[in-house]
C-alpha cells in the first residue's frame, strides 16, 4: 500500500503560538524515525489548516507493507511535536512503468 502522511508543524495551543516544527526539527525527525523504519519515502513541503491554523506542513508518501511502522512512525511524531494528530490516507501500491 501507498500511505500518504500530513505532518502538521505548528505546536499545540498549550505553547506560544508561534512554535513550531523547525526545519532542523524536521531534518532529526526524519533521520531518526523515518530513515529508521523504511528504506524510502517522499518528502513535499504543503501549506495546511488544522482547526482554523493556517501552518507549514510535510506530506510524507511511504510505499509498505508495514502497517505497524506507520503507526509507529505517527505517534512517534505526536509525541515528539505535541501533535493532536497526523493525516493519513491510502491508496494502492505505486506503480513502476
Sequence with gaps: MLYHLTFGRNWSNDRDP?????????????????DSHFDGYMVTDANGCWKSAHELTKQVSIETDDRQAIDDVVQLYKEMFNQDAVGLYITPSMEFI
Design 18 to 34: 508561534h512554535d513550531y516544527v523547525t526545519d532542523l526539527d524536521w531534518q532529526m525527525f526524519c533521520e531518526e524515525v523515518l
